[in-house]
């Protein structure tokens, strides 16, 4: 290993999404108003949740020969950070849409029912309209 002053893709493999929501969150504040960039990063983090989904995940504990547990791992679930965010421009929200509705059509079908709630949370703000309204509870947090 390498170490340097900045983290990697290979060394931390959660930095493409973190650096793709950073960029989604960012995108829609009225300081930058610009809704393709946010949708062109959603479609980005989309085709990377492609990848994961196909994969098995849940590798929270890691045994030994024998069994024993000797590592455990704390591993992130989905975050609702972006659809919460992108609730308070509509036009961000609308694009936001796309790439969880096609998604949801592409990961296997036991990963269906995460991606359909972020999906359904996106539309539920969308049809309430409101900003204020939009700050309401977000979906359960589940394991991707």
Same mark, same amino acid.
């Given at each position: 290993?390498?170490?340097?002053?900045? #983290?990697?893709? %290979?060394?931390?493999?959660? @930095? *493409?999404? #973190?650096?793709? !929501?950073?960029?989604?969150?960012? !995108?829609? $504040?009225?300081?930058?108003?610009? *809704?393709?960039?946010?949708?062109?990063?959603?479609? !980005?983090? !989309?085709?990377?949740?492609?990848?994961?989904? =196909? /994969?098995?995940?849940?590798?929270?504990?890691?045994?030994?020969?024998?069994?024993?547990? /000797?590592?455990?791992?704390?591993?992130?679930?989905?975050?609702?950070?972006?659809?919460?965010?992108?609730?308070? $421009?509509?036009?961000?929200? #609308?694009?936001?849409?796309?790439?969880?509705?096609? @998604?949801?059509? $592409?990961?296997?079908?036991?990963?269906?029912?995460?991606?359909?709630a972020r999906l359904?949370?996106?539309?539920?703000?969308?049809?309430?309209? $409101? %900003? =204020?309204?939009? =700050?309401?509870?977000?979906?359960?947090?589940?394991? %991707?």
């Open positions: 290993m390498i170490a340097g002053r900045y #983290r990697t893709f %290979p060394q931390d493999p959660l @930095l *493409p999404f #973190r650096l793709l !929501a950073d960029i989604c969150l960012r !995108a829609p $504040s009225p300081a930058v108003n610009d *809704p393709a960039t946010a949708r062109q990063a959603l479609e !980005a983090a !989309a085709d990377l949740l492609r990848l994961a989904a =196909s /994969r098995d995940l849940a590798v929270g504990v890691v045994d030994d020969r024998d069994g024993v547990p /000797r590592v455990i791992l704390e591993l992130p679930g989905w975050a609702d950070d972006v659809i919460e965010a992108a609730a308070r $421009s509509p036009m961000a929200l #609308r694009e936001a849409v796309s790439p969880f509705g096609s @998604l949801a059509e $592409s990961v296997p079908v036991h990963r269906r029912r995460q991606v359909r359904d949370r996106a539309q539920q703000l969308l049809r309430d309209g $409101s %900003p =204020s309204r939009a =700050s309401g509870a977000a979906a359960p947090d589940a394991r %991707p």
